[in-house]
């Protein structure tokens, strides 16, 4: 069995810019083999959050294993946590977890301030945010911007969403809430 220490997850470098193209086909590929939705990723924005600090990559024992960004919304009082991806070798080896516990920070260290949310059909990743502190919440507790719903139009599950006028859709939203205390 291998252990946590071979996973070594880090915020992603300029050196990180050459794994987007795979990252983002990891991630269309894992959502068609799951049969759910999930929003078309440019590979030019994952570089893009790669290069602004806004991203964590993992390894294990040297090769690319998982991914994940983070996203700010109305002027940084809302985080998104997206794009989680663990590449099919590397799954059931606790990977996700390190990523969800290292956005998790990253989003905490940047917007110290924000509610921090995160949209999902999956239950590990449910299961990862509640022990992280995310609540369920409906949609009008996350961000309003239309920015974030624009996102994804390229899900199948979209025709939902804009019938229901974004109130609802297959995600569940979780939502984390900084203590009053923490905030400035």
Same mark, same amino acid.
């Given at each position: 069995?291998e252990?946590?220490e071979e996973i070594v997850?880090r915020v992603?470098t300029?050196?990180?810019?050459d794994?987007?193209?795979p990252i983002?086909?990891e991630?269309e590929a894992?959502?068609?083999?799951?049969?759910?939705?999930?929003?078309?990723r440019?590979p030019?924005?994952i570089?893009?959050?790669?290069?602004?600090?806004?991203?964590?990559?993992?390894?294990?024992k040297g090769?690319?294993a998982g991914?994940s960004?983070i996203?700010?919304?109305?002027?940084?009082?809302f985080?998104?946590?997206s794009?989680? /991806?663990? @590449?099919?070798?590397f799954r059931?080896l606790k990977?996700a977890? %390190?990523i969800?516990?290292?956005i998790? $920070?990253? =989003?905490?260290l940047?917007?110290?301030s924000?509610?921090?949310?995160?949209i999902t059909t999956?239950?590990p990743?449910?299961?990862l945010?509640s022990?992280?502190?995310f609540?369920?919440?409906?949609?009008?507790?996350?961000t309003?911007?239309p920015c974030f719903?624009e996102?994804c139009?390229?899900?199948?599950n979209?025709? /939902?969403l @804009?019938?229901?006028n974004?109130r609802?859709c297959?995600?569940? %939203?979780?939502l984390?809430?900084p203590? $009053?205390? =923490?905030e400035?």
């Open positions: 069995m252990t946590d997850v992603a300029a050196m990180d810019v794994f987007a193209l983002v086909a991630m894992s959502a068609k083999a799951r049969g759910t939705g999930i929003a078309r440019n030019a924005a570089r893009e959050k790669i290069l602004e600090g806004k991203a964590v990559i993992a390894f294990f090769i690319w991914f960004y996203q700010s919304w109305e002027e940084g009082r985080v998104s946590n794009g989680l /991806i663990v @590449a099919p070798a059931g990977v977890g %390190a969800k516990h290292k998790f $920070e990253l =989003s905490r940047l917007y110290p924000a509610k921090i949310f995160s999956g239950l990743v449910m299961k945010n022990r992280l502190g609540e369920p919440v409906t949609y009008a507790e996350i309003q911007d719903w996102g139009k390229s899900c199948i979209y025709p /939902i @804009a019938d229901k974004y609802n297959l995600c569940t %939203a979780m984390f809430r203590d $009053e205390a =923490s400035p």
